[in-house]
């Protein structure tokens, strides 16, 4: 089975967060099953440095506004078409944004040329590779469903993937015409949401099915809690909505031969992971204290993860004799309540404010509890990464961290099933007494030592998810064909 997918980011080539993860690693699981996969991604310089050998497949020398070419390559072992247009995508900043920070103020035309390019490759450009089922992530690759259905052609079945609600690609409605598709689009039963022109809305009306990356998450965005205005929509749609957990490359992941991490370890040699301890501390100017217990976090600092909570919660974590070290970039304020608390608690609290891949890896290796107290989280993929290294993750139960982290409750602990700990609601109150438990967990080493053997015994591989992908595509497929 041919199968494009099609993403705004793809690791290794650029990411800004979980989505590359997700989009890199997919292609390699689906090839176990059969599935070959081929992912479109828009040509970043970061993108067009890396690819070796590209072949031109496709020219256009208007395509919305400039010249275009189609490039096959391979890099990083992955099969890319890339969209080279450089009037879109040459430039410097991260995929969204400029270096001043602010969007792109053409991001609905970029993003509609990626989906237009998507839905061409759908119905036939390339005659020796089209593609029977297309898989699109997240609202930049979501107009391709309103493409392929407007424009009324025989079309291959398609999924969207919904990575994070709260990203919805809402633009002005004046943008139609350079977009290409009909006034009619522009119904409340088309594109039209609130009075934009909702992409996101567009993959949610007209995939033929809708995959989020959690089982908890599919089930809370039905909820105008969780739904971000879209919980009617999903709920007329409700049984094409699933949700597949994420995985983790656990070939990149793995404690046993990381060459980022200080001292290299498996299930049966625990006794070796302190040196990580050891290292994490120097990299973060925390105490060297083997017996303080270590509380880490590497995220986007942003209100979602929950990390105003954290900054009210850390009196606490100091009161009860821990440390904590802090790996992320985000929002200003709270860069700016990390750094003063690290500059008040001096060898107790560390931060490193920036991108560091490396410093990600040694963090798992190193901490002994990592914190996510996410308000929401569809999956989440730093909680599996600390499952596989053995850091206990501290979780909000919600989304996918209510999946994939069984709580150190009396029954989990007695069967030897317990990997974390779990709190809800997502308050900084709830946040203090998770610390307070974990901390009285990790005071027991044969308790903590036991829920860190449970913890690198879980399979956070894609190999299942990849599965139950293969499956869904197969069906729509079946249905297309
Ligand atoms: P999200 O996609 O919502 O940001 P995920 O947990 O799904 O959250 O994925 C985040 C990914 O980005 C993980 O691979 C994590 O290790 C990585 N990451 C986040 N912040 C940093 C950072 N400052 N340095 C290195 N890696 C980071
Ligand atoms: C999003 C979500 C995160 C998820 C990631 C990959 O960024 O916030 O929970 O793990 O996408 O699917």
Redo the contacts with the bound molecule.
Sequence with gaps: MQLLSVASEIFPLIKT???A??VGALPAALALEGINVRSLIPGYPGVMGALDAAEALHQDADFFGGPARLVAANAMGLELLVLDAPHLYARKGNPYTGPDGKDWPDNGIRFAALSRMAANIGQGLLPDWVPEVIHLHDWQAALTAAYLVYDGKARPGTAI?I??LAFQGQFPPALLPQIGLPPQAMSLDGIEYYGSIGYLKAGLRFADRITT?SPT?AGEILSPEFGMGFDGLLRGREGLVSGIL?GVDDLQWNPATDRLIAARFDRTSIQDRPANKLALQQRFGLNPDARAPLFAVVSRLTW?KGMDLLLAAVPVLLAAGAQLAVLGSGEPWIEAGLRSAAFANPGRVGCILGYDEAGAHLLQAGTDALLVP?RF?????TQLCALRYGAIPVVARV??LSDTVIDANPMALAAGAATGVQFQPPSSAMLEAAIRRTVALYRNEAVWQGMQRAAMATDVSWRIPAKHYAELFRGIAAKAG
């Design positions: 967060g979980g989505l993860d997700v993937t990575h994070n990356v998450y994420n979602q996410s989280e569809p999956c989440g993929l989304g996918g």
